[in-house]
């Protein structure tokens, strides 16, 4: 036996406090020193059983002990032979981890109720535990572990490496490499304070030995001594009738996602969230983790309320393609691709009958998840009613989250199958998806093997022309996961229900009086996926979905004409370029325009004087700018006649909520956290919060994400901060993240910038703060409107366009800055990406050249 060397001081994060140590014996008698973090709660109402893998130690869990709940003891002990922890004189195989961790419990006097947290190595003894002591468990989690491989896996790769004979006495015992290569996993790097404090409890040969010992007793072969418990333990806790969370770094090279997938089976009861940008140690990468371990387990200790969120109460029994149904006898155009096919309302409704009784044939139906990797086409509206009549869910992340955002979504939403042309199941190929793959055309035999193409659209169509049609799905069921922008961060997954998508489809037709006379023309290719749900024929114009921007008169008249349009649907960046091409448009194209009765704009504030020169393009159009977001759409309307009305205001007035729809503010503290309670106090700044029986059902693999912005029952947190008026408007302000905190208050960016934009000499501009929180200073970046070509770095502006700055602003700015352009999101090339504008503005101010403009 070994004698543990003392615990080091000042380790980051850690309380000297928490640490002890407890001799207890084994079932032989032996007796052991263990060393372990516990927070000491005496009477506690519940114990929190922390096991880490390998080669880490307790150390993994001192944010969870900072962070317990009030009440909750928090034990993470330190495994034998690991961390500072008694060394053993041989292997110690998972039966007896698993029997060492009850002993230890025992000895400590936990009678639970218990919640067992486990990461790597530590997951599967954890459950171990759990399994054996279900009188006492309330809930399991786990972070980046595995019970199994799946079928056909042989292991993580660099376990593998790692345990191989010759490898595994020099890499994880003779030399720190296998202690040191864990925490460089890390995404981000962690502080070398922290790498060193991991390191701390293996600083010899000697004292490394466990950590070879425990690769070695990973059982990847079946005849490995310790495969029986793995295997008994793996199947074991599908019986478990208890709540789970799994928290997952996805960039994760050990455990990836088929680890994941196969917990998500044996535990279907699972809350999941994704930590995007979070590598194998979670707990580092993702240090909120200990925040939402607290809340989930408060949750599950308190009850929390449910949703309690409104119901439509609309036709309720209609589906998503009852308007389609309600034409299948109609021969004028439903879907125009302006230079290609023209589909009937007859031809669509016959194809997607026939499609989604081919999708059913081949396996694909209720629950399942089908990407579309499809451009605008008939293709692509039949593939998603189809899908939709199927009962399965459409996933849609355009091809504006570039390759890598789209993998990440993808591979988040565990699609089941993929729908794509070449290019799209060659991007699926690439992004390494799993899932069947149905092409949208006959493709070349060698083409389709390449690729992997299990079905056509045609071969399904045609099979389901004589299969009997699928049943009818229920309300309640998902119908969709739709990604958004990620404008402010990786993009998230919006679930929506049947019956919450047929409640906003039924607002939307209300609110804009649409009828089967109506047709749309969509500068925002999804939304052209809408008008047969609605009733209405719709197109798409020539231009490149990832580039908005790119929309030009010409044509949208051209798509107008096509469809012989009345409904226009556009961005604010494709509408100004509509605007500054306008002049290009023949007789025919002004006509065509001219018979639009209504435009709608949305995905980011619509200046009122790109809605007066709009008057020029589309002078019989009634102007409205819906507010809403990917998560409720839409919430509030307001035409260009009522802001005029409305006049100048701090921030974008987007009008009043829409029948049905409740909005309330959560007010500001000073540190900018929205953490009052609901109200509508007139005049009051806080985070928009909406509740309407079309908001989102929740978040996909985003627990933590849905936890924070449900935390009032009933309501959806936007994220944007704004207020209410006297008259009932709503005005926005900007995002909740993009706040400034000041010594002197909270400032909110959208009004500023409006007010430095009203500046002959300003095109366009951001307002940022710069600084540690609370005090911050306010930055404003403009694009001056001179002419002069700019590169988009930073520079410092010159003394008349800064003072025209300060004078306008209407608060304290502390340094004016000129750029060429703005970083904007790519789906909308409207919205601001304030982030990268601090980033830059703070960059630029660190080191500021003297150089001005």
């Not at 070398?192 to 990973?218: H, K, L, M």
């Not at 489809?505 to 649409?514: N, S």
């Not at 309407?692 to 929740?698: I, N, S």
């Amino acid at each position: 036996m070994s004698v543990p060397t003392d615990l080091p001081a000042d380790l980051p994060g850690l309380d000297p406090a928490w640490s002890r140590r407890l001799t207890v014996a084994d079932a032989t008698g032996t007796k052991h020193e263990w060393h372990l973090l516990d927070n000491g709660v005496p009477d506690p109402v519940g114990t929190l059983l922390c096991v880490h893998g390998n080669p880490t130690w307790s150390y993994l869990w001192r944010r969870l002990v900072a962070a317990a709940p009030p009440g909750w003891r928090v034990i993470a002990p330190d495994q034998l032979g690991m961390g500072f922890s008694e060394r053993l004189p041989g292997p110690r195989p998972l039966e007896q981890r698993v029997a060492d961790l009850g002993d230890l419990t025992a000895a400590l006097g936990v009678t639970g109720p218990v919640i067992t947290v486990g990461h790597d190595w530590g997951g599967v003894i954890s459950l171990g535990w759990a399994l054996a002591h279900q009188e006492q468990l309330r809930g399991v989690v786990l972070g980046n572990t595995a019970v199994s491989m799946p079928e056909g896996d042989l292991g993580p790769a660099v376990i593998r490496l790692a345990h191989a004979p010759g490898v595994r006495s020099v890499a994880t015992v003779g030399t720190p490499l296998f202690v040191r290569a864990t925490t460089a996993l890390s995404s981000p790097r962690l502080p070398a304070d922290v790498r060193d404090a991991f390191a701390a409890p293996y600083r010899t040969a000697a004292r490394r030995r466990s950590v070879g010992d425990f690769v070695a007793d990973i059982p990847f072969s079946p005849g490995h001594p310790s495969r029986a418990a793995q295997e008994a333990i793996a199947e074991g806790i599908r019986s478990l009738d208890v709540p789970a969370l799994l928290l997952w770094g996805p960039r994760d090279p050990v455990f990836g996602e088929r680890y994941l997938a196969d917990l998500r089976e044996r535990l279907p009861q699972a809350q999941l969230h994704r930590y995007e940008g979070a590598s194998h140690l979670l707990p580092e990468d993702a240090p909120q983790y200990a925040d939402a371990v607290a809340q989930w387990v408060t949750d599950l200790a308190t009850g929390r309320p449910p949703r309690d969120r409104p119901r439509s109460t609309g036709a309720q029994q209609r589906g998503l393609g009852s308007a389609l149904a309600d034409r299948a006898g109609d021969h004028s155009p439903a879907v125009v691709e302006v230079g290609g096919a023209t589909v009937s309302w007859a031809q669509l409704h016959r194809r997607v009958e026939h499609l989604a009784a081919g999708l059913t044939a081949a396996g694909i139906g209720p629950g399942q998840r089908v990407a579309l990797l499809l451009e605008p086409s008939v293709d692509l509206t039949a593939a998603v009613y189809a899908v939709w009549r199927a009962g399965a869910v459409i996933v849609v992340a355009d091809k504006g989250l570039g390759l890598r955002g789209m993998r990440r979504a993808l591979h988040s939403a565990r699609v089941d199958a993929v729908v794509g042309g070449a290019p799209g199941l060659a991007a699926a190929r690439a992004m390494r998806l799993t899932a069947t793959r149905i092409a949208a055309t006959t493709l070349p035999a060698a083409a389709a093997r390449a690729l992997g193409v299990a079905h056509t659209l045609p071969e399904l169509e045609r099979a389901g022309s004589t299969a009997p049609a699928p049943p009818e799905t229920d309300l309640d069921t998902d119908c969709a996961v739709l990604f958004t922008s990620g404008a402010t961060g990786p993009a998230k997954g919006v679930v929506y229900t049947l019956r919450q998508a047929m409640a906003q489809l039924d607002l939307v037709g209300a609110t804009y009086g649409l009828t089967p006379d109506d047709r749309l023309v969509a500068g925002f290719a999804p939304f052209a996926l809408f008008g047969p749900a609605l009733g209405i024929g719709s197109a798409v114009p020539d231009v490149d979905v990832t580039a908005p921007g790119s929309l030009t008169a010409a044509a949208l008249a051209d798509a107008a004409a096509a469809i012989d349009g009345t409904v226009v649907f556009a961005s604010p960046a494709a509408l100004r370029r509509v605007v500054a091409t306008a002049g290009e448009l023949t007789g025919p194209q002004r006509t065509a325009l001219g018979r639009v009765r209504l435009l709608m704009s949305a995905g980011a504030p619509v200046p009122l004087p790109l809605l007066r020169e709009l008057r020029q393009v589309l002078p019989a159009a009634a102007a409205h700018t819906p507010y809403g977001m990917t998560e409720a759409l839409p919430v509030t309307d307001v035409c260009a006649t009522e802001i005029e009305a409305a006049g100048p205001g701090n921030g974008v007035c987007v009008g009043r909520p829409l029948p049905g729809v409740e909005v309330r503010v959560s007010p500001l503290s000073t540190t900018g956290a929205a953490d009052g309670e609901l109200t509508d106090t007139v005049g009051t700044t806080g985070e928009i919060a909406v509740r309407a029986a079309h908001v989102k059902d929740r978040y996909d693999a985003l627990w933590a994400t849905e936890r924070a912005a449900s935390r009032d029952p009933g309501w959806h947190r936007t994220g944007d901060v704004g207020h209410l008026d006297a008259e009932g408007r709503l005005w926005v302000e900007g995002r909740l993240p993009h706040a400034v905190t000041t010594a002197a208050g909270v400032v909110t960016p959208v009004g500023v910038e409006q007010r430095v934009e009203l500046l002959d000499t300003v095109s366009s501009a951001a307002v940022v703060g710069v600084g540690p929180a609370g005090a911050q200073v306010v930055v404003v970046v403009v694009v001056p409107a001179d002419g002069v070509r700019r590169r988009a770095g930073f520079e410092l502006a010159g003394p008349a366009l800064a003072d025209a700055v300060r004078a306008a602003a209407g608060t304290e700015v502390a340094a004016v800055l000129v750029t060429g352009r703005l970083p904007v999101d790519i789906r909308h090339q409207s919205k601001i990406d304030r982030r990268e504008v601090a980033r830059q503005a703070t960059r630029t101010l660190a080191g500021a050249r003297a150089r001005t403009r």
